[in-house]
């Protein structure tokens, strides 16, 4: 039976890369970092019924001790490094904090990879972030990348970090610049889970306005589920390698609200209103993946369109609200 060590195991992407790994005949142990709030930490596991399944080990991504004693325990097959402050607006507000988890928190898993288990395969999750400020209109593997935030600065680092140790000590390190994926499993702070919790209120009648910042901004927008899918293929390869994962269509946000609204048989353009503050220092205008390695390589594809996750999206938030109005 293979073992994965899964950091970031209570985000959206851990839950559902769980999920697979498990289906798959995984032993899976997640990295937990302790809080205050323990009781609401594995609601996506509970969500998609694996929380009893997946074996939650005390660490953190800031104390490399904590991550050398765990991959010695655990001696890991694979490990994923999903774990990170992901929320680009926030790194404006803690961008030493995002260095230090996105950043340095990767080159701490590698360093316990490579001092105790380096056999061990290992994920790193890029960003398309990374490709920031656009260089070349669709994005690939070789487009240069120009960082935008604190965030993608952080994800740049871990980016490298993962390709020296690949080329340094010829470690199994892979990684996936993966394009926005969404679900609803999503956090609520992200644009589209925004959205589709709020049309689900505005449906139901308890709220009326949708406060959103840049509109005009456009993203290649894709599943959750199909994406960690690209995150196991890239490990099962005889050699490590990195891999754009995106859909290669692009949406603006506006768009991706009307589809949301349209759902619930309400007309965006009456519920949004642009709040100044929303806007973010500086913003990545527009993405679009090009994924045609992934399909070459890996055999992959995206398999669901926008319009049927944000329905889906729409409908879980619709049995979410109706659920707290009880
Ligand atoms: P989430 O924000 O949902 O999950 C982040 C995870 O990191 C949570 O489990 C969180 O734990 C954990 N974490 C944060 N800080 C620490 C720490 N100091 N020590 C240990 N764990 C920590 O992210 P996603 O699931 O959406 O994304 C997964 C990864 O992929 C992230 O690295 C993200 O940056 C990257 N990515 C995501 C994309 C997307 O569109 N979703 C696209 C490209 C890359 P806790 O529950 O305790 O907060
Ligand atoms: P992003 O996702 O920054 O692309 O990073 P997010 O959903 O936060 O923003 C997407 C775009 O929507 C615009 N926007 C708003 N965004 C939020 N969150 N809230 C708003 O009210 C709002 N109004 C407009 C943003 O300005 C932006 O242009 C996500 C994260 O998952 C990262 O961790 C990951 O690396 C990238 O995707 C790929």
Redesign the pocket.
Known sequence: MKRAFV????????AYLSQLLLQKGYEVYG?L?R?ASADV?DARLKWLGIEKDVRLMDG???DLSSLIRLVDEIKPDEVYN?????FVKSSWQQPLLTGT??GM?AANVLEAVRIVHPKARFYQ????EMYGLIQEPVQSETTPFYPRSPYAVAKLYAHWMTVNYRESFGMHASSGI????ESPLR?IEFVTRKVTDSVARIKLGLQKELPLGNIDAKRDWGH?RDYVRAMWLMLQQDEADDYVVATNRTTTVRDMCRIAFEHVGLNADDHIVIKEELFRPAEVDVLLGDPAKAKAKLGWEATTSLEEMIKEMVEADLVRVRAQMK
Do not use: E, W, Y
Request: no cysteine; net charge neutral; aromatic share 4%.
């Open positions: 950091t970031g195991v209570t985000g959206q992407d851990g990295l970092r809080s930490i953190n991504l800031t999903l774990g990170a402050q992901s988890i996105t928190g999750a890029s960003s398309s993966l394009f926005n994926h956090g959750a």
